[in-house]
């Protein structure tokens, strides 16, 4: 702790946890401690440098609920990212490789938390909390479930079918083909509905790319017919083919699916 404004941060401990606040905004402490704006902004920023509060931005403080044992203090995940968009009265939704992890795709852990949202692009810091921010357009926000949190935080996932989706549409940026082709057979084999599921979404939420490589899996699959001619009457008429796996090398013998303009080989099927 701050030896030089101990009392000050005693007074502003003592401020928070009697008013319940997880927040500060700039302004809230000059009349209830009787400090100058500067005393105010001083203030926040030494206790913010020292690690006791987290800054959101410029403005704009997490605090805990009381003094933290040890002089450090960050927030959780769930409250640095939401604290973030509602402050940007923006919409989010958790994806990626939490949902990867999440769903039991993938068991690495993330060091991270990856969230389309319509506001906020780029990478943010909250505390120790890790933030990838993927602005998107408003459409693509859906495809959702709310989990409540231990600390009464309502967070919003994205599905496991949405996440599905994802893992084929967004590949490049997650890393996740061809493993996403395995997560998808897996779960067809658990819930004779997400194969609807993954139509609905990959029509809503993907591009050409996704539902080509969507139709072609679920073909391979055996999925119903009628389901299938639902996918590919979404299909705009293409004269390329495109790889079922873009990163890797292209391959001499690549199989050839003209009904939805992919090619293949053996490698998607591992």
């Not at 805990?64 to 989010?92: C, F, H």
């Not at 819930?191 to 609807?196: E, F, G, H, N």
């Amino acid at each position: 702790m701050v030896t030089s404004l101990q009392k000050l941060e005693t007074q502003f401990f003592a401020f928070i946890q009697a008013r319940n606040l997880t927040s500060i905004k700039t302004g809230d402490l000059t009349e209830a401690l009787g400090l100058t704006q500067e005393q105010e902004r001083e203030l926040l920023s030494r206790l913010s440098r020292s690690g006791l509060i987290a800054r959101v931005r410029r403005g704009l403080y997490l605090v805990p609920p009381r003094v933290p044992p040890g002089g450090k203090w960050s927030p959780s995940e769930a409250l640095a990212l939401t604290t973030l968009i509602e402050d940007q009265n923006s919409k989010y939704q958790v994806c990626g490789p939490n949902t990867f992890y999440r769903y039991g795709w993938d068991d690495q852990v993330p060091n991270r938390v990856y969230a389309y949202n319509n506001k906020i692009s780029g990478e943010r810091k909250i505390g120790s909390v890790l933030l990838t921010l993927i602005k998107v357009a408003d459409e693509r926000l859906g495809g959702t479930e709310t989990v409540k949190t231990p600390e009464g935080i309502d967070l919003i996932y994205s599905s496991k079918a949405r996440s599905l989706i994802d893992a084929v549409y967004d590949w490049s940026r997650f890393n996740s083909l061809p493993r996403a082709y395995d997560w998808i057979r897996i779960e067809l084999t658990r819930d004779d509905k997400l194969p609807s599921e993954l139509i609905d979404l990959a029509i809503r939420y993907g591009n050409q790319g996704t539902m080509r490589r969507i139709g072609y899996l679920l073909e391979e699959q055996k999925i119903q017919k009628s389901l299938l001619r639902k996918l590919e009457n979404e299909l705009k008429p293409s004269s390329s083919f495109i790889p079922m796996i873009p990163s890797f090398p292209k391959s001499g013998k690549m199989k050839i699916i003209k009904r939805w303009g992919v090619k293949d080989d053996k490698a998607s099927k591992s």
